[in-house]
T-cell receptor, first 114, second 114 residues
Framework: KAGVTQTPRYLIKTRGQQVTLSCSPISGHRSVSWYQQTPGQGLQFLFEYFSETQRNKGNFPGRFSGRQFSNSRSEMNVSTLELGDSALYLC?????????????FGPGTRLTVT | AQSVTQLDSQVPVFEEAPVELRCNYS??????LFWYVQYPNQGLQLLLKYLSGSTLVKGINGFEAEFNKSQTSFHLRKPSVHISDTAEYFC????????????FGEGTQLTVNP
């Protein structure tokens, strides 16, 4: 079974631009969660999508948004990029229903904002 | 709100020595507990989890952890480490009402020296 895939793996953007990251979950998984990993703040939860609906949300500004498609693939978007948005963005998939506490992480997208 | 504290940011050990990575948590409700490992330039891999039942949990790669409710701890142990265990280890908690949302500790860098 293929694992969680994230594209692109690396991305360089300029302050003020916007960016879209993609996550394809493991086949059969309907929940996708997003996390931001930085040296200063560590791993922080962004949001979770299940059946195309946001089921849970972390404490990030509205510049961070996401969506999920009918095939469970998910995208996250960051608008008006700031230098502090430079991070590794990880997505994780799980079965979703019933809530599964076993999550599988992708390799991440390394975003650098200059 | 729940929180996780990993008591050591770096743990250097020699190959074949035992190791313990310490994790304490704080929560006003019952928690589920996890240990993840992250190798360089990769995502997170689940080592083991405690949801209920026996407080001694065995995971992959010879790791085990013990849930201690009175001490609010979930320390990770391995009796004999290998060079290949060099990685960053994250302790995480989740609570029933937060779905699959994970709150992570700051991480412990385990370095196994020959």
């Amino acid at each position: 079974k293929a694992g969680v895939t994230q594209t692109p793996r690396y991305l360089i953007k300029t302050r003020g631009q916007q960016v879209t990251l993609s996550c394809s979950p493991i086949s059969g998984h309907r929940s996708v969660s997003w996390y931001q990993q930085t040296p200063g703040q560590g791993l922080q939860f962004l949001f979770e999508y299940f059946s195309e609906t946001q089921r849970n949300k972390g404490n990030f500004p509205g510049r961070f948004s996401g969506r999920q498609f009918s095939n469970s693939r998910s995208e996250m978007n960051v608008s008006t990029l700031e230098l502090g948005d430079s991070a590794l963005y990880l997505c994780a998939s799980s079965l979703g229903d019933p809530i599964s506490y076993e999550q599988y992480f992708g390799p991440g997208t390394r975003l650098t904002v200059t | 709100a729940q929180s996780v504290t990993q008591l050591d940011s770096q743990v250097p050990v020699f190959e074949e020595a035992p190791v313990e990575l310490r994790c304490n948590y704080s929560s006003s409700v019952s928690v589920y507990l996890f240990w993840y490992v992250q190798y360089p330039n990769q995502g997170l891999q689940l080592l083991l989890k405690y949801l209920s039942g026996s407080t001694l949990v065995k995971g992959i790669n010879g790791f085990e952890a013990e849930f201690n409710k009175s001490q609010t701890s979930f320390h990770l142990r391995k009796p004999s480490v290998h060079i290949s265990d060099t990685a960053e280890y994250f302790c995480a908690v989740s609570i029933k009402t937060s779905g699959s949302r994970l709150t992570f500790g700051e991480g412990t860098q385990l370095t196994v020296n020959p």
